[in-house]
């Protein structure tokens, strides 16, 4: 348990004693609330996403990040590659403010 001021989780002291347990690499398959958390807190640092050839209407975006009141407060990323696996297209791109803790 490691809970913030506010009561939520301190996901910065989570990765922590992940890291103290010898985790090195963790996954994350999230709603937008969480990844943004994630993202804003600059805890990620490689995001892969999957990508299907449908149009499906409104949904939930990927992370709940904004508003921002200026595009430089955007999490800017680096596009390591785009393959296609059968009818989808897997991009993984990595967070270029990702922070070390």
């Known amino acids: 348990h490691f809970p913030n001021q506010s009561g939520q989780v301190d996901l910065k002291a989570v990765l922590i004693d992940l890291g103290r347990r010898e985790t090195n690499e963790?996954?994350?398959?999230?709603g937008?609330?969480?990844?943004?958390?994630?993202?804003?807190?600059g805890l990620v640092d490689e995001i892969v996403s999957y990508l299907g050839p449908k149009?499906?209407?409104?949904?939930?975006?990927i992370a709940q990040l904004g508003p921002f009141s200026s595009l430089d407060q955007a999490i800017e990323l680096d596009y390591i590659s785009a393959?296609?696996?059968?009818p989808d297209i897997r991009l993984i791109a990595r967070t270029r403010n990702h922070r070390s803790f």
């Not at 937008?32 to 807190?41: C, D, E, K, R, V």
């Not at 393959?83 to 059968?86: D, I, K, Q, S």
């Open 55 to 61: 149009l499906i209407g409104c949904g939930a975006g």
């Open 26 to 30: 963790l996954h994350v398959e999230a």
């Open 32 to 41: 937008q609330t969480l990844n943004g958390a994630l993202l804003i807190q």
């Open 83 to 86: 393959e296609l696996l059968g």
